[in-house]
């Protein structure tokens, strides 16, 4: 074949495969431009997951009737006049390229009304090729339909999914624009029945009390670099769940830079690691993440769908996420309420708890009648009316109720009372949690790890085994182990922790080398905290151990001044709750 170029149709065909992959790609880019046109309803119909039919209507500013034509020529925008508007970027549109590429591949039709114009104007095109155009009454927006979409591509029809898995996308791409846009009223029907409604209110929390679910919304915290970040010109603002709430992928962790969603491994990377030690691998939050930044500090001319972003300094921004996140959990987090896993609960803390204190009188009764009833009553007004809708929304107070031990089960598992029911502790994931915290504080505070200092124990190691130890001693080091090299594959142990200061030295050095062994896969602790962690381990009490009661209550006293005590450093839980109300229905007395 000699060298031609491509007719127009061909090309245009082309560009749209890179723009429209799929249904919900239309309803994308026509979302987009409701936004653009400052519309405050977006009205969705989608018939057979967008196959037959979709229709867009916006009350937004129209198109004048003199530019309805160019706005299906290629690379036809009103957002955009020179090169140098690209580098600040406001609109969710600029490409010029969606209206031309839908156009291409179905039937399309267009009526429009300019607010400041008296009649509208309808244009239908199929193909890409002008069929009609005419001048009609109508009111003041856009209305857009897409039929017979890629019905000139069948290679694109071909990979068209089952019909509810576009239906599924269309809903999340609705979803995504309703919280991203909350003063705007999105609804959305598909085959004539309504499948979202937001209300346009303006309050994030509404429209995820819509969008997650009243159950997935309460369990979900505030956070705003606003509180914590006041330097320089990135905020950070969102809702995240509690550890408690948590599922086996990333789907849910969305993130909108300046009103866009986007998609970005680092930045999600970046909340997961607010996580870290709260969660269990292969666990991840649910997460609203909305970053805000001047237009000319990220570049969203990367892709043609534009849901990748470049930061101009990306590390601000994913260490503000980090931090903005990892502190809202510490502050509120201390305790996850009405989280349901096999008949038990974690630990309540509706906001009669808020007031008990920490310095528990251990041989008290366990709680005060007025702060029982206090708890009840927050109870059983647990419906949909009592669910916040402010800033304020699911604010959570901060400690862990008092406990009074019953008792000890399998010489294992603490058993507690507290004003909320009855609690299982694990001694040993518990313990764990206190040394964590108290080497993690010891560690921040420069404080130099106190050691035991042991006269000339040495340990041979295989060489692989030698070669990791000593690409590791200043880790080690750090950590309170001191170790000399001793000769080829020998080393000299001089110090190690404290808290180990009754284990077998080269018992302990083992355990070490194993967790350096192990893999550092992405969401894992560095090199000191995987040490640290091991310490804690190996320092921390063995489940078979039979405990006093004074040692039972030691426990539970210092797991009450944790930051995070509900899960072992790994992120196992450290205790099961069970509820009043639940050993009553258990026991058939409700
Ligand atoms: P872009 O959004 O990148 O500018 P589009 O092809 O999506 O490109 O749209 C082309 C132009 O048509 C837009 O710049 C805008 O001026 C106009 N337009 C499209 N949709 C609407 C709408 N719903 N309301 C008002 N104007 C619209
Ligand atoms: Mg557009």
């Known amino acids: 074949m000699p060298i031609q170029i491509l007719a127009d149709h061909v090309i245009a065909q082309i560009a749209a495969g890179e723009v429209i992959e799929r249904p919900a790609s239309v309803i994308k880019e026509l979302i987009e431009n409701a936004l653009d046109a400052d519309a405050s309803t977006v009205h969705i119909m989608v018939n057979s997951g967008g196959r037959r039919l979709m229709r867009i209507s916006d009350d937004g500013m129209g198109i004048p009737a003199a530019e309805v034509e160019t706005a299906f020529a290629r690379h036809a925008t009103s957002k955009l006049t020179s090169a140098d508007d690209l580098s600040h970027i406001r609109t969710l549109g600029f490409r010029g390229e969606a209206l031309a590429s ?114 997935t919304f309460r369990d979900m915290i505030e956070f705003d670099s606003a509180d914590t970040d006041r330097r320089g ?66 570049d969203v001319n990367v892709h043609p769908t534009k849901a990748e972003v470049r930061f101009q300094n990306a590390n601000d921004v994913f260490a503000i996420v ?44 366990g709680w005060f009648p007025h702060q029982y009833e206090r708890v009840q009553s927050h109870q059983n007004s647990d419906d949909l009316e ?14 862990l109720p008092l406990l009074r031990v019953v008792g000890q089960v399998g010489a294992s598992y603490i058993v507690a ?53 000593e690409s590791n001693l200043e880790a080690l080091q750090a950590t309170g182990f001191d170790l000399e090299v001793f000769g080829q594959n020998t080393f000299l142990i001089r110090s190690i922790p404290a808290m180990l200061a009754d284990k077998d030295p080269v018992e302990v050095v083992a355990g070490i ?21 091991r310490v804690c381990k ?37 205790m099961l709750h069970m509820t009043s109300d639940q050993l009553a229905r258990e026991f058939g007395r409700k």
């Open 233 to 298: 010109s990135i905020t950070v603002r969102g809702f995240t769940s509690l550890p408690s709430l948590n599922r086996a992928d990333r789907s849910r962790i969305m993130l909108f830079v300046n009103g866009r969603w986007v998609q970005d491994s680092s930045l999600s990377y970046a909340v997961i690691q607010a996580y870290h030690t709260l969660l269990m691998k292969g666990r991840f939050p649910v997460s609203i993440v909305m970053i805000e930044l001047p237009s000319d500090e990220v």
């Open 102 to 215: 839908i156009a291409s591949i179905s039937r399309m039709t267009m009526t429009t009304r300019a607010d400041a114009e008296t009649v509208g104007t309808r244009i239908q095109l199929e193909g890409g090729s002008l069929l009609q155009r005419q001048t009609i009454g109508a009111p003041a927006g856009t209305i857009v339909s897409v039929e017979n979409l890629f019905y000139n591509t069948p290679a694109r029809l071909k990979f068209l999914k089952a019909e509810n898995t576009e239906k599924r996308q269309i809903a999340q791409v609705v979803t995504r624009y309703a919280i991203a846009y909350p003063h705007v009223r999105f609804i959305l029907e598909q085959d004539n029945r309504e499948a979202f409604r937001s209300s346009g209110s303006g309050q994030l929390a509404d429209v995820m009390v819509t969008a997650l679910g009243v159950d």
């Open 538 to 574: 190996q320092a921390a009490v063995k489940a078979g151990t039979i405990l006093s009661l004074e040692e039972m209550q030691a426990i539970i006293r210092q797991l009450e001044r944790t930051q995070s005590p509900l899960t072992c450093p790994h992120g196992r839980p450290t």
């Open 322 to 365: 980090q931090r903005t996140i990892r502190r809202a959990l510490i502050d509120m987090a201390q305790a996850p309420a009405y989280s349901h896993r096999q008949g038990f609960i974690l630990p309540d803390q509706s906001p009669g708890n808020q007031q008990i204190g920490m310095d528990l009188d251990l041989d008290s009764p």
């Open 513 to 533: 080398l194993e967790e350096l062994e192990q893999d550092k896969t992405p969401g894992q602790a560095s090199i000191e905290e995987k040490i640290v962690q």
């Open 386 to 399: 009592s669910i916040p809708t402010g800033p304020e929304a699911p604010r959570r107070p901060r400690t």
């Open 417 to 469: 009372e507290g004003p909320a029911g009855m609690y299982l502790i694990d001694q040993h994931a518990a313990h764990e949690r206190i040394l964590y915290e108290q080497f993690m504080a010891e560690h921040a505070s420069h404080q130099q790890q106190a050691q035991y200092t042991l006269s000339a124990q040495t340990i041979e190691l295989p060489a692989p085994e030698a070669r990791l130890i």
